[in-house]
Each structure stands twice: as structure tokens, then as C-alpha cells.
């Protein structure tokens, strides 16, 4: 499987990450700082400051340091989507692409005989529960508090998937008009918890040793597939002749579907 990764987005959004959390830790210490000048304050102007600063540099700081978390969980936190889901692919076929971080808001694109299939991911590593395309996020009050620091919200998977599936749909729309685009979620984070109770979109996990796994589950759609081609017989004297070399079976032309898709992405 050949895989193709917008690393220079990786780098810019971790290194984005890592000055936001810096920073934010800078102007929390700070707004601490200056709100105790009060105790030691002189004169009127240092006493004001000391009352107004707190006011415009604490806000500062939490917007920050919320976004910096955001963004710590989606660029840094381990493990890395670009790297699980590779892992969960083993023995995929060799004509097989995987595009990772080129077709926001499907921020993983799978070419492969088995179909074409637009990937959201998950990090988070709760409980959670999905029935049909409604999701429930277990706890209480509390932990919705807790995720509302962490930024682990779950949203709706299921809805951004179909989002996902109808983007990639609409770049190769033009040149393929009937490959068909799969949404798929994979929760890359293997202590998640899910249950799961007839999704509308396919929910998986990246690691094969939970279930349902992403390689079970392309297993699975490799045993009901149809050949796309079939072997032709060369003929000779005789009649008689070898046949050509068994074309993988499948039900798309991955390399055609992976030309298009990079003719309108910008891919290198």
C-alpha cells in the first residue's frame, strides 16, 4: 500500500501546538503575576493596572490554552491516526493509496480494490454509544464539564463522515461519476469504548485486536467483491496457450480512482 501524508501540515499544526501551549502557560503566569501587584502596589496607576490587567490577560490565556489543548489532541496526541491506520491495513492490496491530511474535512482518503472510502477519526478513549447516526456521550454533568476542558467532545462522527464521503464524491464526481465514496469512523485509540447499535456509517476500531476492526471489516468486503477483470487466454497453435496473469479482483480500478484524486487535490 502506497501512502502519501501532508507532512508539512503535521509539522506546521504540531509545532502550532506546542507555541500555543507555551504561550498560554506565559500569560496565565503573568495574569497570576499582575493581579498580585495589589498586595505590593504604591500608586494608583500600578494599583488600576493591577485591576484591569487580570480582566484582559486571564481571558487571553484560558481562550488560549483551550485551543492549544484542541490542538495538542488532534497534531500530538498519541497514537497518531497517520500511523494506526496503516497498521490496521496489513495485508492490504499493494495497488492500494492512502491519503492522509489532503482532503479536509475527510482528513484520511482510502484507494483501495475494495472501494473508496472517506476516513474521520477519533482520538478520544471514553464510552461512548451510537445508535443509528444519533451519539451518546455517558457521565453526567461532570464529565461533560471534563470534556468540555479536555476538548474530547465526541460530536457526531457519523455526520461528519457523510460530510467527508460527499467531498471526495465531488472531486472525482467529474472524471468518475459512479464510484461510489464509503464514509467510514475509526477510533484510533484502542481504550475507547464503544457500543455500537445499527450505525448509518461503519464505526471501527484501528486496532485489530479490538472489535470491529478495519481489517476484519476489509476482510470482510474482499469476500464478497467481484472480479473487475478476468483472466484472458492467449491463443496459440493448438489452441492452446497460457493465460495471462490474473488481474487482482475488485470492484474499482484503484490506480484510475488515485489519478483523479490527486489531479484535483494537490498531492507532493
Known amino acids: 500500500m502506497r501512502i502519501e501524508t501532508n507532512n508539512e501540515l503535521v509539522k506546521r499544526n504540531r509545532r502550532t501546538a506546542n507555541i500555543l501551549f507555551f504561550f498560554s502557560m506565559g500569560v496565565l503566569i503573568a495574569g497570576f503575576l499582575v493581579a498580585n501587584l495589589q498586595l505590593t502596589a504604591k500608586d494608583g496607576l500600578t494599583l488600576a493596572l493591577s485591576v484591569i490587567l487580570p480582566w484582559i490577560v486571564l481571558p487571553v490565556g484560558f ?37 492522509n491530511y489532503y482532503h479536509f474535512p475527510a482528513r484520511h482518503v482510502l484507494v483501495a480494490p475494495q472501494g473508496v472510502f472517506a476516513i474521520v477519526t ?22 461533560a464539564i471534563g470534556r468540555f476542558f479536555r476538548r474530547d467532545s465526541i460530536g457526531n462522527p457519523s455526520a461528519d463522515a457523510v460530510k467527508a464521503a460527499e467531498f471526495v464524491k465531488g472531486l472525482i464526481g467529474k472524471t468518475l461519476p459512479d464510484v461510489e465514496v464509503q464514509p467510514l469512523i475509526i477510533f484510533v485509540d484502542p481504550k475507547a469504548r464503544l457500543e455500537i447499535n445499527n450505525p448509518t456509517v461503519p464505526v471501527l476500531y484501528a486496532d485489530e485486536n479490538k472489535e470491529p476492526n478495519l481489517r ?53
Not at 484542541?70 to 500530538?76: E, G, K
Not at 478513549?125 to 445508535?131: A, N
Not at 484472458?232 to 474499482?252: D, L, Y
Open 63 to 99: 481562550i488560549s490554552t483551550l485551543i492549544s489543548v484542541r490542538m495538542t489532541n488532534l497534531w500530538v496526541r498519541q497514537p497518531r491516526p497517520e500511523k494506526a491506520i496503516p497498521a490496521g491495513l496489513k495485508g492490504l492490496s499493494k495497488r492500494s493509496v492512502l491519503y
Open 122 to 143: 477519533r482520538y478520544q478513549d471514553g464510552r461512548y454509544i451510537v445508535d443509528g447516526d444519533k451519539w451518546q456521550s455517558p457521565g453526567g454533568p461532570f464529565a
Open 216 to 268: 476484519d471489516f476489509m476482510r470482510q468486503l474482499s469476500q464478497k467483491e467481484t472480479p473487475a477483470e478476468q483472466p484472458v487466454a492467449k491463443k496459440g497453435s493448438g489452441g492452446k496457450g497460457k493465460g495471462e496473469p490474473k488481474q487482482e479482483a475488485g470492484i474499482i480500478n484503484p490506480e484510475q480512482v488515485a489519478d483523479a484524486l490527486e489531479e484535483a487535490t494537490v498531492i507532493g
